[in-house]
């Protein structure tokens, strides 16, 4: 995915969708939301992850217990 797909994706389904918004802490957090189902629920995130690419950095996401 070209990080400027990314991030129109995101400002159309985040930031213009759940908008006007109180504070930039309310955002953060839709961010912060966002990014976690991108990364765990979307079905671009798991075609990613059946692919074993990793964007090309060699860096490997581990997660906390």
Same mark, same amino acid.
């Given at each position: 995915?070209? +990080? +400027?797909?990314? *991030? ?6 985040? *930031? ?7 504070? &930039? ?12 189902? &991108? ?9 990613? =992850? ?8 060699? =860096? ?6």
């Amino acid at each position: 995915v070209c +990080s +400027s797909d990314l *991030i129109g994706l995101f400002k159309a389904e985040v *930031i213009h969708r759940r908008g006007p918004w109180r504070s &930039f802490e309310a955002v953060e957090y839709a961010t912060l939301e966002w990014v976690d189902w &991108f990364m765990s629920g979307c079905p671009l995130s798991r075609k990613r =992850a059946s692919s074993g690419s990793d964007g090309g950095s060699g =860096a490997v996401m581990s997660q906390a217990s």
